[in-house]
Nanobody
Framework: QVQLVESGGGLVQPGGSLRLSCVAS????????MAWYRQAPGKERESVAR????????YYSASVKSRFTISRDNAKNTMYLQMNSLKPEDTAVYYC?????????WGQGTQVTVSS
């Protein structure tokens, strides 16, 4: 079955950086568009970034554009999110997501906390 496992979260000071990883299994990763979402306490889950199956097309939400970079390594079945210039408002649980044949699958999430 589809499995998505995120890692790389943690506590970082404002202005710092983190790199999240999402390791996928149970499907042909190189055929799947992938995405990162996040959910802050008391808020709805929101889209952060998306990447096409081959990595040639990306999308970012306005709040993270120019600070975050989404990428993937299809040989390693892994997607990444490089997060720079982190702000306290980036604090959230970050989720890996894919939609296969109209069925969405989520990872368990990784906590990112930006605080001094």
């Amino acid at each position: 079955q589809v499995q998505l496992v995120e890692s790389g979260g943690g506590l970082v000071q404002p202005g710092g950086s983190l790199r999240l990883s999402c390791v996928a299994s149970g499907f042909v990763f190189s055929n799947a568009d992938m995405a990162w979402y996040r959910q802050a306490p008391g808020k709805e889950r929101e889209s952060v970034a998306r990447i096409s199956s081959a990595g040639g097309s990306t999308y970012y939400s306005a709040s993270v554009k120019s600070r975050f970079t989404i990428s993937r390594d299809n040989a390693k079945n892994t997607m990444y999110l490089q997060m720079n210039s982190l702000k306290p408002e980036d604090t959230a649980v970050y989720y890996c997501y894919t939609n296969l044949r109209n069925y969405g699958s989520w990872g368990q999430g990784t906590q990112v906390t930006v605080s001094s």
